[in-house]
């Protein structure tokens, strides 16, 4: 069936530096993305979202871009802290599932 | 109170006990999830309830059994459970059921289930 689904498993960065993680959707219907972070022994706590009439939506450090031509979803984490090290998760509205996440790891 | 409490952070069970997780939330939420988690893999959806009923049941085992008894608490009672049943547990809710903006979900810090 349709899935949101990641490029890469691993992301090792140094602090300081930026961080960009991918997300690949199948749902062309999708109209609401969204992206969490999930620390080791915690839940997913929701970090930004975007709607489809946008292209771009930026948070605190964060920067969410979508490419709808080619269902891309990326999410960008300026100057990357350590307390940044989780595992970074995209969703999508008609599906409350998630994708196989990202780990990244910050390097001090 | 933006929170999701779980009760207990910890269980363990063997296979022939009946316990139950538990899951509350005082945001006036809707919508409330079940998911399962097993090590280094993303949140699996069990179930949702939408409005104290039982909107999707992701074909998960009956040996798991969930309860809305209103619209504050979410429970998942668990019976005759396998050692593969092991994971961690994590309750969500939103305010509504359909995913949208600012219909975001919350979730709660999960119970980590083990079966003996």
């Known amino acids: 069936g349709e899935s949101v689904g990641l490029h890469l498993p691993t992301l090792s960065v140094q602090e300081g530096d930026n961080s960009i993680i991918n997300c690949a959707y199948s749902?062309?219907?999708?109209?609401?993305f969204i992206w969490y972070k999930q620390e080791s022994g915690k839940g997913p706590q929701f970090i930004i979202d975007?709607?489809?009439?946008?292209d771009k939506r930026q948070g605190q450090r964060v920067t969410v871009l979508l490419n709808k031509t080619v269902k891309h979803l990326s999410l960008q984490i300026a100057a990357t802290q350590p307390g940044d090290s989780a595992v970074y998760f995209c969703?999508?509205?008609?599906?409350?599932?998630f994708g196989a996440g990202t780990r990244l790891t910050v390097k001090p | 109170d933006t929170e999701v409490t779980q009760t207990p952070k910890h269980l363990v069970m063997g296979m022939t006990n009946k316990k139950s997780l538990k899951c509350e939330q005082h945001?006036?939420?809707?919508?409330m999830y079940w998911y399962k988690q097993k090590a280094k893999k993303p949140p699996e959806l069990m179930f949702v309830?939408?409005?104290?009923?039982?909107?999707i049941n992701e074909s998960v085992p009956s040996r798991f059994s969930p309860e809305c008894p209103n619209s504050s608490l979410l429970n998942l009672h668990l019976h005759a459970l396998q050692p593969e049943d092991s994971a961690l547990y994590l309750c969500a809710s939103s305010p509504y059921h359909r995913l949208a903006g600012g219909n975001e979900q919350f979730f709660g810090p999960g119970t980590r289930l083990t079966v003996l």
């Open positions: 945001m006036g939420h809707r919508a």
């Open positions: 975007i709607r489809s009439n946008m």
């Open positions: 749902n062309s219907a999708s109209d609401y």
């Open positions: 309830y939408s409005y104290e009923k039982l909107s």
């Open positions: 969703a999508e509205n008609n599906d409350m599932r």
